[in-house]
């Protein structure tokens, strides 16, 4: 595992098309039981070095019913974006996540993960990867029907406060899907 996080650290296959940069930004251990997989990290998290340091992160913590010590405890919880560095700024937010990292690192991470029990698909780019058809036209759709990916794949949309308008037109997420979604990882962690 120490040298799959060395190799993802040295990576510079996309190295020309980051405007900052490569730092690629992981947390895995061996025996993490829960993983989740974002997007890519953004501009904070490319300064600080740290998954999820944002609001983004601070949302996804408190779906989970989560404090920050259980987060980044890396023997509990694997933190894999499907890009692993800051892919720039577009024009209506970050750019998409490079395409290169998933089918680069995903699978020989998730191999060395021997006692994962449950897989956070953030977003659309992460539902799309690991769902492909049997994902639901709309993100929306998706997370409606998250029970039919259970129990290996959980679905959630991504925590940005920027998805605040489709928090409030979706209110059956915080009522329905947010009390499973904390069954599910305190049952894993307990």
């Known amino acids: 595992m120490k040298q799959l996080i060395t190799e993802i650290s040295n990576c510079q ?3 020309a098309e980051l405007p900052l940069g490569p730092r690629p930004i992981i947390a895995v251990h061996p025996t993490s039981k829960i993983v989740v997989i974002g997007q890519a990290p953004g501009s904070v998290v490319h300064k600080t070095g740290i998954p ?4 983004s992160g601070e949302n996804l913590r408190r779906w989970m019913g989560i404090d920050d010590t259980i987060f980044y405890d890396a023997t509990k ?19 998409p996540p490079r395409k290169e990292c998933a089918p680069l690192w995903h699978s020989v991470l998730l191999n060395s993960l021997t006692q994962v029990e449950l897989i956070l698909l ?11 058809k049997k994902a639901k036209k709309t993100l929306t759709e998706t997370v ?3 029970h039919l990916y259970l129990p ?8 940005s406060p920027r998805n605040n308008i489709w928090m409030a037109k979706n209110q059956w997420f915080a009522t329905d899907v947010l009390p499973y979604l904390k069954t599910q990882i305190h049952q894993i962690l307990s």
């Open 13 to 15: 296959v996309c190295a």
């Open 52 to 55: 999820w340091d944002d609001k």
């Open 77 to 95: 919880i694997a933190l894999i974006p499907m890009g692993f560095c800051y892919p720039g700024r577009g024009k209506s937010g970050d750019l």
């Open 122 to 132: 953030i977003g659309k780019y992460a539902q799309n990867y690991y769902l492909q």
């Open 144 to 146: 409606k029907n998250y």
């Open 152 to 159: 290996k794949y959980f679905v959630l949309p991504h925590p």
